[in-house]
């Protein structure tokens, strides 16, 4: 198989199905290390931050003004960086759901909250919502591995960082209402396929057509992509787990982490 869609299918299929690690933290542990999920969340949104704005929107910005020109290339790049932001935003105004897919869970609500048929329907369209927030998530892992695997290893990790509290999202309000641990934590496994569909999607549609244009555009819209999601996403969920300070060490070291790591690469 053409190693060119391989690795990156296989770092965002990883990423999409750390959902699963989230669905068996809730259903296998007792308590919730609350500071370490606030300080992973803040580490994820800190990649994300820096690979968007450091890496993926500079190399948009060269590859564009490269075949257009300096102001053209420039004015595409933005467009294409807001456009991405303007496609998640779109979705997640859209997604139908009783409550935040994004809302953060502890496990320990597994013990409080009595059982209640009802709240299966809002476990499967929390499930629903996050699925279809990480289809474009999927196509952004994948387009970025494509054009750098280092730049892929980075983003699937912080993706699937990001991808372990939505587990327990999900989870959480399906066990509420039937108990089961088993379809708990299959269904939320299951909305992290979403992303591996996406970067079929990509393959799929964009590979065949894919010129320095549209790699320059595709980058800027990843970009406005993660940055959306580390505002919109992360950083809240990483302070409402923790204290401020312990999401800002994350942010910090997760910006740091990735400044050496590209240094070293260079």
Known sequence: MNSQFLVPFLLTLGAGLATGIGSA???LTRRTNKRLLSFSLGLSGGVMI??????????????????WGERV????????????????????????????????????????????????????????????????????????????SALGVAIAIAIAIHN?????????????????????????????????????????????????????CVLAVVAGIMVFISIDELLPAAREYGEAHTSIYGVVAGMALMAVSLIMLA
């Open 25 to 27: 933290v809730a259903l």
């Open 50 to 67: 820096y690979v968007s704005f450091v890496e993926l929107f500079r190399q948009s910005c060269e590859v564009l003004s490269s075949a």
């Open 73 to 148: 290339g420039m004015v595409f790049c933005v467009v294409s960086f807001f456009g991405g932001i303007l496609l998640i935003g779109i979705i997640d105004r859209l997604v139908p759901s009783v409550e935040n897919p994004h809302e953060a869970h502890s496990v320990e609500e597994m013990d409080r909250r009595p059982r209640h048929p009802q709240l299966m329907r809002m476990g499967i369209l929390t499930a629903l919502a996050i699925a279809i927030h990480n289809f474009p998530e999927g196509i952004a892992t994948f387009t970025a591995a494509v054009d750098s």
């Open 164 to 216: 372990i509290p939505e587990g327990i999202a999900v989870s959480v309000p399906i066990f509420y209402a039937t108990g089961n641990r088993r379809q708990a934590f299959w269904l939320s496994f299951l909305s992290g396929l979403a992303e591996p569909v996406g970067a079929l999607l990509a393959w799929a549609v964009l590979m065949p057509f894919m010129s320095p244009t549209l790699m320059g």
